[in-house]
């Protein structure tokens, strides 16, 4: 029988992000990361499929939070703005109370080149699953692929410069900021602010 | 002492893209397609570090060719025209002559998965050229990452359109008209979008 210890989860993965910092990912075990909280290895098992996944779980909570912004758009949006409610509703997502550990955790993946590559293709994961929400909206191709790696692109450039060091603006605000960036380098007029 | 055959190499290499097409990749040795034009095994590894650089060989040039495009446009260029002529200067390498190696190229990488990875790679290894490129140009940031990364996208797309089967424009054509449409894409945010 599995007695359910409320906030077990959140411990393993504290103590697991503590570990990876203090002592790399590589030199830290499932085993050690359970015993620091004073749980099983096999305790470990129950709430990760392996260290890794401390990492990168809450993958579809992330895809869905794009996929969110994109169903909440009018039927009649452009592909731009599509993006721009995906983006928007991303930039919620990740509220600032989220900052410090995005941070922790980018400083773990920026030390490890296999972690470096599972980040990798998770913003081509986002890209697939944007252009096929944006193909589900009527958007042809190739307009739906360049708007989704555009949102992907964005993303990738906005979320870089949040958990930048010194870093208090918002992720909406900096979205909204690259998204300019994007249309100015595309030669068109500047966009009107992205606001919620 | 080491003779030197011309066409030894592009022989170990239809060689090679053959075998992989009828056998799959990862059935096939160094020694079988060394073996299949009469040459040994030490003969291949002479030309070929392994046998996925049959496939990847010539990274080099292919950056080297979208750098060549940067460098020729003018120095007052803004980052759309620097990209643009970037792709334009890829466009040229990759001449009619080659697409029916590209093509079957591509069929023996879209069917396995390690090989899709190095592909990937590729991409974001351009990326990342191309934005070195244009911060010497003095792009700044995010600009230089965003136009560089549209640069990859807009590549990715037009090279797969010119590979599939039946495509008979030529990239530069399938190029310009990828551009058009992410011109298209950014300008539809030009257009005052309706709010509640």
Sequence with gaps: MVRWEPGTRE???AAAIELFVTQGFEQTTAAEIAHRVGLTERTFFRHFSDKREVLFHGQHEFLQAFLDGIDAAPAEAPPFELVTAALRSAAAFFSDERRAHARTRQGVINHNPALQERELHKLAGLA???AEALRGRGVGEPAATLAAESASTVFGIAFGRWI???EERSLADITGEVLRELVAF?????APAPRG
């Design 11 to 13: 411990r393993l993965q």
């Design 128 to 130: 697939t699953t944007v």
């Design 164 to 166: 930048q060091a010194g």
């Design 186 to 190: 595309t030669g068109a007029a500047v």
